[in-house]
């Protein structure tokens, strides 16, 4: 028999409280002294998330597409906020770097999807534009942190190379082509690798969530495959789209690599 | 002796973090000439060396490459201007692809043939290595050579030299040198050497300028500077204290 739905009370959740209980015995046994910041961890998840919830009732019962334009915005706002803060190294405007390249993503591929293959109607239901275009800031924030970082790395690594080809005449562009190269690919093989195996070991979160909520697994398959493929191209995307940018702030206009930028570290 | 300048520099000052690493530089480039820049470690050669090809700019004063800004035309500049690094980048891969790097943006380069290619390696002592080797397995002073040989394949105008022998062998230095030598003479090639080592540029430099703590502290013949006593002054003469500097 199929159950339509499992649905969780809060007693339900009060008794995963278990969980935590039975961790708190074990980090005791062993004397790890985490009990204290995991309280703290085990509060903050319950009030953040119960927070949430009540926060997206509301914001999924508004139906306007100012409302939508406008979260979304913000949504890009805060990922480049947070992209920025865990950038390590001191790159010129890479907020605005972040910026342009999550909108980019954000308008291309949350843009197909909702008109042309979901075909929501209107766009801007906030049950397809917040979850969706969720996912993609989220990925698009995370997949252009590290390849940012990368990049730093590369061009620390690769500075004797860079000068030397600007010596024999290159452009900034063909200078860092290399330093670009490795770091878009730390980025995409990884993801590649997680289309080659996934469904093999393990469901990814979305769709597991869709089966429990008794969605017909043959269409949670449809749902995690479109999201597989838009996850590789919002990292494709906003990653090129973000090294365009931050390649540029590494040169001055006289073809020369600003090497103070590759020195001192935020 | 040639007296066309090729490089003016007027008043050149670098400052990196408000610490002065030049002051003050006025001297000229004479076309075709053999410059050498002599100063102990530390003085300011390879910094010097970056402004011939715009690597760096000076944060005062001018330099003028052949009557115009040296910055005006970049992509004429670096084509004209080949520098060999005090510790040059040897890319992964094989000799040829380090000898073709430009031809990646040029086709005249992308276009040369192996023999060419084999000629160039020879013109630099490297005859036993072959176009496929790894250039990263090649010792550092065959990695020195490969990377005179592809800055020397781009046909420049000016070669700009930083230490080119300090990873070679007495012999091999001075048939290096010798190969500059020979063509700054038959392609009329400008060469700027910066050395601290006074001995061997004594038997190629036509002209020498003599850095010290980022000033220039003697310009002329080696004769003169040698009357003044400014080798003894730049800290030269003494070169085991110098290296430790
Ligand atoms: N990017 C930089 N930041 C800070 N200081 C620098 C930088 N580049 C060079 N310096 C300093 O400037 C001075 C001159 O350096 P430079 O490399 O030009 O000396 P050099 O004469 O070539 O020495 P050597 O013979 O050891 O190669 C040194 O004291 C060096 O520490
Ligand atoms: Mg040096």
């Not at chain 1, 009732?57 to 920025?84: N, R, V």
């Not at chain 1, 330093?179 to 980025?187: D, F, N, Q, T």
């Amino acid at each position: 028999m199929k159950p339509d739905f499992y649905v969780l009370t809060w007693n339900d959740v009060l008794v995963s409280l278990f969980f935590i209980a039975f961790s708190i015995f074990l980090i005791k046994k062993w004397k790890l002294g985490l009990e204290k910041t995991l309280l703290i961890g085990t509060l903050r998840t319950f009030v953040q998330l119960t927070l949430m919830g009540y926060v997206l009732t509301w914001f999924f019962d508004q139906q306007h597409w100012a409302f939508m334009l406008s979260l979304l915005i913000a949504m890009i706002f805060i990922a480049s906020w947070e992209g920025t803060r865990r950038q390590k190294n001191n790159i010129p405007h890479f907020f605005a770097a972040m910026l342009i390249s999550l909108l980019g993503a954000a308008i291309l591929i949350l843009g197909t999807i909702l008109l042309f293959i979901l075909d929501v109607e209107p766009w801007y239901s906030p049950y397809a534009a917040i979850p969706i275009g969720g996912m993609i800031i989220g990925n698009g924030l995370n997949s252009t942190s590290l390849t940012a970082n990368r990049f730093m790395g590369e061009l620390k690594h690769r500075e004797g190379e860079i000068e030397t080809l600007l010596a024999l005449g290159a452009t900034p562009k063909l200078a860092v082509y290399d330093a670009m190269k490795a770091s878009i690919h730390a980025a995409l093989i990884p993801n590649i690798n997680g289309m080659m195996t996934v469904g093999l070991v393990q469901l990814p979160g979305v769709m597991t969530g869709q089966i429990l909520a008794g969605i017909d697994p043959l269409i949670a398959v449809r749902y995690q495959i479109m999201i597989m493929y838009m996850w590789f191209t919002t990292a494709t995307l906003a990653n090129m789209i973000m090294l365009a940018i931050v390649y540029r702030q590494f040169f001055t206009n006289k073809m020369q690599l600003r090497r103070e930028l590759l020195r001192n570290e935020a | 002796m040639p007296s066309d300048p090729i490089f003016q520099f007027s008043n050149v000052s670098l400052k990196i973090d408000a610490v002065s690493i030049l002051k003050g530089l006025n001297f000229e480039v004479h076309k075709g000439e053999f410059l050498s820049v002599l100063g102990a470690s530390g003085a300011g050669k390879s910094s010097l060396l970056r402004m011939f090809n715009a690597l760096s700019s000076p944060t005062e004063g001018s330099i003028k490459f052949r009557g115009m800004n040296i910055e005006d035309d970049m992509e004429v500049l670096r084509k004209n201007v080949g520098i060999l690094f005090q510790n040059p980048a040897v890319f992964s891969g094989s000799v040829k692809d380090n000898l073709l790097l430009a031809g990646r943006w040029d086709q005249n380069i992308a276009q040369t043939l192996d023999h060419e290619l084999i000629r160039s390696l020879k013109q630099v002592g490297l005859n036993k290595i072959e176009l496929q080797n790894k250039a990263r397995d090649l010792s550092g002073g065959e990695q020195q050579r490969l990377a005179l040989a592809r800055t020397l394949l781009n046909h420049p105008q000016v070669l700009l030299l930083d230490e080119p022998t300090s990873n070679l062998d007495p012999k091999l230095s001075s048939s290096i040198m010798d190969l500059v030598n020979n063509l700054r003479e038959n392609l009329s090639l400008t060469v700027v050497a910066v050395s601290h080592d006074h001995v061997l540029m004594r038997r190629y430099a036509n002209r020498v300028i003599i850095l010290s703590h980022g000033e220039l502290i003697g310009e002329g013949s080696f004769e003169s500077l040698d009357r003044d006593q400014v080798f003894e002054q730049a800290g030269l003469l003494d070169t085991e204290a110098a290296d430790e500097t």
